[in-house]
């Protein structure tokens, strides 16, 4: 079993940064893909980020416009999401998601929340315009 746990949401203005933080324990975090989702209230939960299971490789949604960069450290067990030039579109939980490299296939099906096997509870980003 793999534990998720959120940090570093908060609230800021249109322009301003953060950087979210997940904290995995558990078995071999680096042989997980790390994903990032979003949810905000009425609507469905998307796709926002995925990395490799070696950090080499990255998927973004094609919204981010280079905004969002996701990385990890698997010394660490943390995978971390830095969010640049937040908009009020922004706000919403973030969700932090793992599944095992062997499981995935392409990194492309990292985009489907149905894949994952592990999630942690969200932590809550507000922008204000």
């Known amino acids: 079993q793999v534990q998720l746990v959120e940090s570093g949401g908060g609230l800021v203005q249109a322009g301003d940064s953060l950087r979210l933080s997940c904290a995995a324990s558990?078995?071999?975090?680096?042989?997980?893909?790390m994903g990032w989702f979003r949810q905000a209230p009425g609507k469905e939960r998307e796709f926002v980020a995925a990395?490799?299971?070696?950090?080499?490789?990255?998927l973004y949604a094609d919204w981010l416009k280079g905004r969002f960069i996701i990385s990890r450290d698997n010394a660490k067990n943390t995978v971390y999401l830095q969010m640049n030039s937040l908009e009020p579109d922004d706000t919403a939980i973030y969700y932090c998601?793992?599944?095992?490299?062997?499981?995935?296939?392409?990194?492309?099906?990292?985009?489907?929340?149905?894949?994952?096997?592990?999630w942690g509870h969200g932590t809550q980003v507000t922008v204000s315009s």
């Open positions: 558990g078995r071999s975090f680096s042989s997980y893909v």
């Open positions: 990395i490799s299971w070696s950090g080499d490789t990255t």
């Open positions: 998601a793992a599944v095992s490299f062997r499981l995935l296939g392409q990194l492309g099906n990292a985009r489907e929340s149905d894949i994952y096997d592990y």
